[in-house]
Every structure is written in C-alpha cells, then in structure tokens.
Nanobody
Framework: QVQVVESGGGLVQPGGSLRLSCAAS????????MGWYRQAPGKQRELVAS???????KYADSVKGRFTISRDNAKNTAYLQMNSLKSEDSAVYYC???????????????WGQGTQVTVSS
C-alpha cells in the first residue's frame, strides 16, 4: 500500500506565505514526478507545479516567481513554498506522485486527500 499525505494548508493574508508538504509512504520502490495541483470552487483542477526525480521543475504561469517546488528524495517528500499569496490562490491543493511500488513494474498515479489554502484579509 502507498499513501500520499499533504500538510501545511491554512488561512493567510494576501501577501503572506505558506509551505505545503507532501509525504509519500509505504511499499515504494521509486518515485518519478511529484506535483501540486489545485482546485477552486466551480473550477477545474489545474497543475500548479511539478518536479521530476532529477529536479526539473515546471510551473503554471500564474505562480511563476512566487511559488517554488522542491523535493527530498531520501524522505519521499515534496514541498511547495508559496510566497506573495493572492486571493486567487485560494483553493484545495492536491499532491500527485507517480510511484513504482516494490514488486510492481509499472508507474502508478497517487493522489493525496488535499489541503485547503485560503488567502483572505
């Protein structure tokens, strides 16, 4: 079994910062890409940022220069540092991890349960 768990969401004022964490655990052989997605009420889920096992990153245009994704491969954990937050960043943030389980020779997609980020004064 594999679990992906997010943490670090909350309420923050505009211009503030938050750091999200995503920890994968269980019978993991390797993790390929890890990514953060978000979904606001009435909107589709969208990619915020992703990072490969080699450290190559990709960002949505709306967060470039404000958000930074990183990962600690030894801990199977990814982070999303969010600075200069805006009200339009409010959403449920989901972590996605592409994982190869021990004994399973294929990539599988895992999602966390989501963490709420609310940017409001």
């Amino acid at each position: 079994q594999v679990q992906v768990v997010e943490s670090g969401g909350g309420l923050v004022q505009p211009g503030g910062s938050l750091r999200l964490s995503c920890a994968a655990s269980g019978s993991i052989f390797s993790i390929n890409a890890m990514g953060w997605y978000r979904q606001a009420p009435g909107k589709q889920r969208e990619l915020v940022a992703s990072i490969t096992s080699g450290g190559t990153t990709k960002y949505a245009d709306s967060v470039k220069g404000r958000f930074t994704i990183s990962r600690d491969n030894a801990k199977n954990t990814a982070y999303l540092q969010m600075n200069s937050l805006k009200s339009e960043d409010s959403a449920v943030y989901y972590c996605n991890a592409v994982i190869v389980r021990v004994g399973v020779l294929m990539y599988e997609n895992y999602w966390g349960q989501g963490t709420q980020v609310t940017v409001s004064s």
